[in-house]
Nanobody, 125 residues
Framework: QVQLVESGGGLVQPGGSLRLSCAAS????????MGWYRQAPGKQRELVAA???????NYADSVKGRFTISRDNAKNTVYLQMNSLKPEDTDVYYC???????????????????WGQGTQVTVSS
């Protein structure tokens, strides 16, 4: 099993900052892409930012220059530093990892997407 635990959400004023964390644990063989998504009620979940195992990053146009994604491979953790927050950034944020689980001795399952439980980010004065 693979578990994801998110933290760092909350209420912040416009222009403020928050840092989200997502720690993966369990029988992990390897992690490829790690990312953050967000979803408002009644809307589709959308990509915010993603980072590959090699460190390449991808951002939604709406957050470029304000958000920074990073990862600590030793800790199986991905971070999202969010600066200059706007009310329209208010959403539930989910982390996702594409990982392979250990399966027997020196073997692993095919890559699979695992999701966190979500953390609320509210930007309001």
């Amino acid at each position: 099993q693979v578990q994801l635990v998110e933290s760092g959400g909350g209420l912040v004023q416009p222009g403020g900052s928050l840092r989200l964390s997502c720690a993966a644990s369990g029988s992990i063989f390897s992690i490829n892409t790690m990312g953050w998504y967000r979803q408002a009620p009644g809307k589709q979940r959308e990509l915010v930012a993603a980072i590959t195992s090699g460190g390449s990053t991808n951002y939604a146009d709406s957050v470029k220059g304000r958000f920074t994604i990073s990862r600590d491979n030793a800790k199986n953790t991905v971070y999202l530093q969010m600066n200059s927050l706007k009310p329209e950034d208010t959403d539930v944020y989910y982390c996702k990892i594409r990982a392979r689980r250990m399966s027997g001795t020196n073997s692993a399952t095919p890559p699979y997407d695992y999701w966190g439980q979500g953390t609320q980010v509210t930007v309001s004065s």
